[in-house]
């Protein structure tokens, strides 16, 4: 059995993940085997080859590679529990986090025509605007 069949079945048996993890997992470490990366080798690559492949994955968005990233690192650490000279590769991985995108901030003008209506006798107008209004008086956040 290969590395990667055992690697699936580790995640699968083991870590009991959900089937799309699984496959997304699959399919990101044969992206890494495509960039000319042999998981299967005995020994761990060299930070050149490891450069070299993830300089084939630089068109993709930040989530996407960070994703793989994130794959390989499992499967390295996986293989290091067989072959502990594996771990020096996860040294030379980058960090696999995307930043946070911080929410836009209404102007005055926005929470101004939000909270621009009369709820007249209708309850649940006048529980949203009650709502609204806490929201914006106390700066929460959705």
């Known amino acids: ?4 069949e055992d690697f699936r079945w580790y995640i699968s048996g ?14 990101d470490l044969a992206a ?6 042999d998981l299967e080798a005995t020994s761990p690559h060299t930070a050149a080859r ?6 084939k994955f630089q ?3 930040s989530a996407t590679l960070a994703r793989r990233t994130s ?3 499992l499967f390295v650490r996986y293989r290091a529990l067989q072959n502990a000279a594996w771990e020096s590769l996860l040294e030379e991985l980058p960090a696999s986090r995307v930043p946070e ?10 929470v101004a025509s939000l909270l621009d209506f009369e709820p007249g006798q209708d309850s649940s107008l006048l ?3 009650a709502l609204l209004e806490l929201m914006y008086a106390a700066g929460l956040r959705v």
């Open 1 to 4: 059995m290969s590395w990667v």
């Open 14 to 27: 083991e870590r009991r993940l959900a089937r799309n993890t699984i496959e997304g997992y699959m399919n």
């Open 32 to 37: 890494w085997e495509e960039s000319g990366l």
């Open 50 to 55: 490891l450069r070299c492949s993830l300089e």
């Open 59 to 61: 068109s993709l968005s």
């Open 71 to 73: 794959s390989l690192r």
């Open 101 to 110: 995108a911080f929410p836009q901030a209404l102007t005055q003008t926005e």
């Open 127 to 129: 529980r949203d605007r």
